[in-house]
């Protein structure tokens, strides 16, 4: 008996000592202590002794339980907190690791451009509106008073998708569409892309963007055109900057005068950007041909209005000294991220 005792005891250690989980620990316990554990049997065994016997083995085998029952503790403190640790080093955060870098991205010139000359309007009573890319032939020549033979609309200057549907190679078909479906007073601005048949260069690109403009009022003359386009002018390139109108000529607008600003760069001295002469040409305008005004149904009697087109392309890249308008269009992060 005293030698199972012994026995009992050594497999135990041996086995806690093994025990790599709290759960191996337990089931050590089972096999000896529990219910029908060898201890137990042992001592369950021991009432069909004689009494000296039994008092004699009672102790060691209490002495052996006490023994194993330590063990036990011991162990299951070790594998807890060895459990616990190992979590911990699981869940750990370095508090000290910098934080991630969120890169910022930047706005790109023909938005900032847009966005600038939109506030411009808006501040001046204009309301934004969009038009389609894709247009008809109808509302980007025919409604704007191009004649037939129109040399803007040959096919190696135009990129057309049918007989009667193209890109739009201005925003002006946008003027059509709100004097077919507005009542004057009108007062419009429309930012958008446009596409034409050139190749690129420094300065030309098949698709590029387009401010237009229209007003529609009784009363509107030359002097509202000049007047708006002027503020417009001040507050886009400074307040010191001053205006000239020369005669040009559009089929959409009579008369037709295309704008230009004194060079924002030199003062009206004579630079590179204004190619010495002091002037810069920023956009076309004129009054809306009343062939154009009766296309949507316009009473040419009462109103009269003006409009204008600015290249927006044109004005980025002399605002921000940009020499090659390929530029904008090669995604180039370095580049962009210049105008942030
Ligand atoms: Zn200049």
């Known amino acids: 008996m005293q030698a199972k005792l012994q026995q009992i005891l050594e497999e135990s250690k041996a086995q806690l000592q093994a025990a790599a989980s709290v759960q191996e620990a337990e089931d050590v316990r089972v096999k000896v202590l529990g219910k029908k554990g060898a201890l137990t049997e042992i001592l369950k065994s021991m009432g069909k002794l004689a009494p000296e016997e039994r008092k004699e083995l009672g102790q060691a085998a209490n002495q052996v339980r006490a023994e194993i029952e330590e063990l036990l503790a011991e162990t299951f403190a070790k594998l807890k907190s060895a459990a616990q640790e190992a979590k911990f080093r699981e869940e750990k955060i370095d508090v000290t690791e910098p934080g991630k870098t969120v890169k910022l991205g930047a706005k790109h010139p023909v938005t900032v451009t847009i966005e600038e000359m939109s506030k411009v309007f808006k501040s001046m009573g204009f309301t934004l509106t969009e038009g389609p890319e894709v247009e008809t032939v109808f509302n980007n020549f025919d409604a ?34 709100v004097l077919q479906s507005q009542e004057p007073p009108i007062r419009v601005f429309a930012p958008g892309r446009t596409f034409r048949c050139d190749t690129a260069d420094a300065t030309h690109s098949p698709m ?18 000049k007047g708006v386009l002027d503020s417009f002018a001040k507050q886009m390139f400074g307040s010191e900057t001053k205006t000239k109108f020369r005669p040009h000529h559009f089929p959409f607008t009579e008369p037709s005068a295309e704008m230009d600003v004194s060079c924002f760069k030199c003062g009206g001295r004579g630079c590179r950007v204004c190619k010495g002469s002091g002037w810069i040409e920023i956009l076309g305008c004129g009054m809306v041909h009343p062939n154009v005004l009766k296309v949507g149904g316009i009473d040419t009697e ?16 002399l605002k921000y000294g940009i020499d090659d308008i390929r530029l904008m269009y090669e995604n180039d992060m370095r580049f962009i991220e210049q105008f942030k």
């Not at 590029?208 to 055109?225: K, N, P, S, Y």
């Not at 009462?302 to 890249?317: D, H, L, P, Q």
């Open 302 to 317: 009462k109103y009269t209005g003006f409009a204008f087109g600015v290249g927006v392309e044109r004005v980025a890249m």
């Open 144 to 177: 704007l008073n191009a004649g037939p033979n129109h040399p803007a609309r040959d096919w190696t200057d135009t990129f057309y998708i049918s007989d009667d549907v193209l890109l739009r190679t201005q925003t002006s078909p946008v003027q059509v569409r």
């Open 208 to 225: 590029f963007h387009q401010v237009e403009g229209l007003v529609v009022d009784e009363g509107i003359t030359m002097a509202d055109l």
